[in-house]
């Protein structure tokens, strides 16, 4: 289990790291200077939770909170340090999102080691509410609503951060015989399977969502174009070649997959989540009329 602790004050970060070291429970624990260091090692790894100096060169603490509940489908429970008990702050960094606040001059053995344990434990109570809000109870993958609001939010990211995203929608040929042959549980078995692969042919900070039945949704952040886009479809058809085996038989499903990106040449500046999505979709279909088990860029013409 690692811990990252998050502080421009080397000093103040050693001294956390010690205490947190010394616990019975193992933790490793990884430093950073800043915020834009912490957010790279929080989408690039792992950690069960984060103390986090209020006062950053490059960003305050509560504002990070906020951009990692922004860009982690999954964030870490944070605690957050400061030198100031003014009430402002204190409510400022509860209601980013942070599960607890600690004084720097008031750090402790006990009082970091009962702060994590809270933290831990609210986060799990917390996780588990939104857990069940979000995910597709068949495959684990996050479900249509959460994913709308993602895209939405993502939209927003690309445009205030002038970057680019790429969504791509795969929706299984035939499976509806694999349904009507082998039975219910049979095709539910082969959408977690599905799910399963999917997942593990795309990057970790890449969101995979279930839109029902056997449609699937993979959204990409900070691609530089569509080669990256291109790239990624290639991975998820490679992912579904191998037969899937169920009961006493094995199967084989091939996708069909649209994508689109955003901003596109000649696009739209702005473009709302439920456009982007019909584009991708738009594309599917496309796929299937090529003859399916392939992948298709959406055009404005095509």
Same mark, same amino acid.
Do not use: W
């Given at each position: 289990?690692?811990?990252?602790?998050?502080?421009?004050?080397?000093?103040?970060?050693?001294?956390?790291?010690?205490?947190?070291?010394?616990?019975?429970?193992?933790?490793?624990?990884?430093?950073?200077?800043?915020?834009?260091?912490?957010?790279?090692?929080?989408?690039?790894?792992?950690?069960?939770?984060?103390?986090?100096?209020?006062?950053?060169?490059?960003?305050?603490?509560?504002?990070?909170?906020?951009?990692?509940?922004?860009?982690?489908?999954?964030?870490?429970?944070?605690? !957050?340090?400061?030198?100031? #008990?003014?009430?402002?702050? *204190?409510? @400022?960094?509860?209601?980013?999102? %942070?599960? =607890?606040?600690? +004084?720097?001059?008031?750090?402790?053995?006990?009082?970091?080691?009962?702060?994590?344990?809270?933290?831990?434990?609210?986060?799990?109570?917390?996780?588990?509410?939104?857990?069940?809000?979000?995910?597709?109870?068949?495959?684990?993958?996050?479900?249509?609503?959460?994913?709308?609001?993602?895209?939405?939010?993502?939209?927003?990211?690309?445009?205030?951060?002038?970057?680019?995203?790429?969504? !791509?929608?795969?929706?299984? #040929?035939?499976?509806?015989? *694999?349904? @009507?042959?082998?039975?219910?549980? %049979?095709? =539910?078995?082969? +959408?977690?399977?599905?799910?399963?692969?999917?997942?593990?042919?795309?990057?970790?900070?890449?969101?995979?969502?279930?839109?029902?039945?056997?449609?699937?949704?993979?959204?990409?952040?900070?691609?530089?174009?569509?080669?990256?886009?291109?790239?990624?479809?290639?991975?998820?058809?490679?992912?579904?070649?191998?037969?899937?085996?169920?009961?006493?038989?094995?199967?084989?499903?091939?996708?069909?997959?649209?994508?689109?990106?955003?901003?596109?040449?000649?696009?739209?500046?702005?473009?709302?989540?439920?456009?982007?999505?019909?584009?991708?979709?738009?594309?599917?279909?496309?796929?299937?009329?090529?003859?399916?088990?392939?992948?298709?860029?959406?055009?404005?013409?095509?």
């Amino acid at each position: 289990m690692k811990v990252l602790v998050v502080d421009d004050n080397r000093v103040d970060r050693a001294h956390i790291r010690r205490i947190v070291e010394r616990m019975p429970q193992g933790y490793k624990v990884d430093e950073a200077g800043d915020a834009g260091e912490a957010l790279q090692r929080l989408l690039d790894s792992d950690y069960v939770c984060v103390f986090l100096d209020f006062m950053l060169p490059d960003m305050n603490g509560a504002e990070l909170v906020r951009t990692l509940q922004e860009r982690m489908t999954a964030a870490p429970p944070v605690i !957050l340090l400061s030198n100031s #008990d003014d009430d402002t702050t *204190i409510q @400022d960094c509860l209601k980013s999102g %942070a599960q =607890d606040y600690l +004084l720097k001059g008031e750090v402790s053995p006990s009082l970091v080691s009962r702060a994590l344990r809270y933290a831990l434990e609210r986060h799990r109570r917390e996780a588990e509410i939104r857990y069940l809000a979000t995910h597709d109870s068949l495959t684990a993958l996050f479900n249509r609503s959460f994913f709308n609001q993602y895209l939405e939010k993502a939209i927003e990211r690309s445009a205030r951060h002038s970057t680019m995203l790429g969504l !791509l929608f795969v929706d299984l #040929d035939k499976f509806k015989p *694999i349904n @009507d042959e082998y039975g219910h549980e %049979a095709g =539910d078995a082969v +959408l977690r399977e599905v799910a399963a692969r999917l997942v593990s042919a795309v990057r970790k900070a890449d969101l995979v969502a279930r839109l029902g039945g056997d449609e699937f949704v993979v959204l990409l952040e900070d691609i530089r174009d569509a080669g990256d886009l291109h790239d990624i479809g290639l991975k998820l058809l490679a992912s579904l070649r191998a037969a899937i085996p169920i009961k006493l038989a094995e199967v084989s499903v091939t996708p069909s997959i649209g994508m689109t990106m955003h901003p596109r040449p000649g696009g739209p500046e702005r473009i709302r989540a439920g456009d982007l999505l019909k584009q991708a979709d738009h594309a599917m279909y496309q796929a299937k009329a090529n003859g399916k088990n392939t992948l298709v860029e959406y055009t404005e013409h095509g």
